[in-house]
């Protein structure tokens, strides 16, 4: 069946085969893919699947920022764990670390049987600088001269197969150049038709991509991170833009393949307008950090379509875990605001234990952690409940939080909100503050009776209220810090 709120899970794939003692994909058993599918899965991301160059490891590896952050996070890391980013691409074939081709169609296979979809990175904005394509396919990289190399060599570098040819970094207009990567020239229509060829050959291994910073693609951002060489190259801006075409020519294909954009800036829309059925909501995590309350709320009120396709997550491979950034008791009540609102719900493998360490993608190992039991009960016991039909396929609507009176403003630290389906309802309060808060909700409640039951699936307690009191005053909801109820009731 297809939910109108999908839930995916990031799994750092180099990572998680190793500590699981894996030695390729096809190592993975049915038991694993049938705990996923229990869990309420619809998408499993193994994020790193695809081929990188390790002879550039040695140079752009050890820059005394990375090390820094190997320091912090593993404490006895050796060069061998450094194994490389997995965003520096050298071409679109499994790693034969982790398998081969077959491996991951077997995979595919038998996610599919279980009901459950794959999806890969598509690194739409650069190659590793040791990429064959360099020297077989170079019409489709962002050129430069010794100029722009001299001027600025973090930004432009000579090629490893030809010191008289000189092309960008990939980058990010708002950091400096990625020193592992070259560009990709989103200007020239043969980059273009060879990425558009990538992702054809991606759509025969898996059900979908994660596009790694989809916006650096857009026309405009790429015109302005790189209006130098494009200008002195003599390269116009297109039309169209690129994602429209791609998505366009995946979806005639096959109009089941999923896109799915990492996107940030408030270009969110822009990229759904384009085409893709998912962006990234790093306002809504932003938000929730900084106790900006008035804002998730104000956020929740979006255009029902932007919200459906917004992708909700308390923490990824790029964010601080979200039990070291959040708190304990902070993040378990975030993740119950994730995990009951509209849109694609996402979990990063190590979530559920309570991790703390954020670990670099070029690392191959991670610190050992103790599992929270506290934290992974939670979660797995919200997975559970939030994986009923009435949260996957019911109408979602926030409800005010109704002050008890003037002089109590608590009722402004509450979430809450219903969703109905069929004759199933859930009404779910949230306290987001570290103190107890009071308030009254009204919700839809059966249009007969004297007595609705509610039953309180996070905490197993079972009440007996007065409908005539829901619909005239609200239901009366006290909580505790970063407490939550997530009532079922029967319409």
């Not at 951002?221 to 429209?244: A, D, M, Q, S």
Request: glycine letters at 4%; aromatic letters at 14%; charged letters at 25%.
């Amino acid at each position: 069946m297809i939910y109108n709120n999908p839930r995916i899970l990031e799994i750092n794939t180099r990572v998680w085969l190793k500590k699981k003692n894996f030695n390729s994909l096809n190592e993975i058993p049915d038991s694993q893919i049938l705990d996923w599918a229990n869990l309420g899965f619809d998408y499993i991301w193994f994020m790193g699947i695809w081929k990188i160059n390790k002879d550039i490891i040695s140079k752009y590896c050890f820059e005394p920022g990375l090390v820094a952050s190997y320091n912090e996070a593993l404490k006895d890391w050796n060069k061998d764990d450094v194994i490389g980013s997995p965003y520096a691409i050298s071409e679109y074939s499994v790693n034969p670390d982790i398998g081969t081709e077959e491996d991951l169609l077997n995979l595919k296979k038998r996610l599919n049987s279980a009901g459950i979809k794959l999806i890969v990175d598509f690194v739409s904005n650069h190659f590793s600088v040791g990429t064959e394509l360099l020297k077989n396919n170079k019409e489709i990289f962002l050129p430069a001269d010794e100029y722009f190399y001299k001027s600025d060599p973090h930004t432009f570098f000579a090629s490893p197969f030809n010191p008289n040819e000189f092309y960008a970094h990939g980058r990010d207009p708002l950091f400096l150049a990625w020193q592992d990567t070259v560009q990709i020239n989103y200007f020239s229509p043969a980059a273009r038709t060879f990425m558009i060829n990538v992702l054809h050959k991606i759509s025969k291994l898996a059900d979908g991509v994660r596009c790694d910073m989809a916006m650096l693609t857009l026309n405009n951002v790429f015109n302005n991170t790189w209006i130098g060489p494009l200008r002195k190259y003599g390269f116009e801006k297109p039309e169209k833009e690129f994602w429209y075409e791609a998505i366009s020519s995946l979806k005639n294909s096959n109009p089941s393949f999923i896109f799915i954009a990492e996107a940030y800036w408030n270009l969110e829309w822009q990229l759904q307008q384009l085409g893709f059925d998912f962006t990234y909501d790093k306002t809504l995590l932003d938000r929730l950090s900084n106790d900006y309350i008035k804002g998730v709320k104000d956020h929740l009120h979006a255009d029902d379509e932007f919200q459906k396709k917004s992708v909700r997550f308390i923490e990824n491979h790029d964010e601080q875990r979200c039990a070291s950034k959040f708190g304990k008791d902070k993040s378990m009540a975030a993740a119950t605001v994730i995990s009951t609102i509209k849109g694609m719900i996402f979990y990063h493998e190590g979530q559920f234990e309570g991790k703390k360490i954020k670990l670099p993608v070029q690392l191959r190992r991670e610190q050992f952690e103790k599992t929270d039991e506290r934290i992974q009960k939670y979660y797995y016991k919200l997975l559970r409940i939030t994986k009923n039909e009435v949260f996957r396929l019911g109408e979602w609507k926030q409800l005010d939080t109704i002050p008890l009176n003037e002089n109590d403003t608590s009722s402004e630290k509450i979430f809450a909100w219903q969703w109905i389906y069929k004759n199933e309802s859930r009404v779910v309060a949230i306290n987001y503050s570290g103190s107890t808060s009071r308030c009254r909700i009204k919700f839809t409640v059966p249009d007969n009776g004297i007595l609705v039951n509610l039953f309180d699936e996070l905490n197993s307690v079972s009440y007996e209220r007065s409908i005539q009191e829901i619909n005239e005053q609200g239901l009366f909801i006290e909580l505790k810090a970063f407490s939550s109820h997530i009532f079922a009731l029967k319409l």
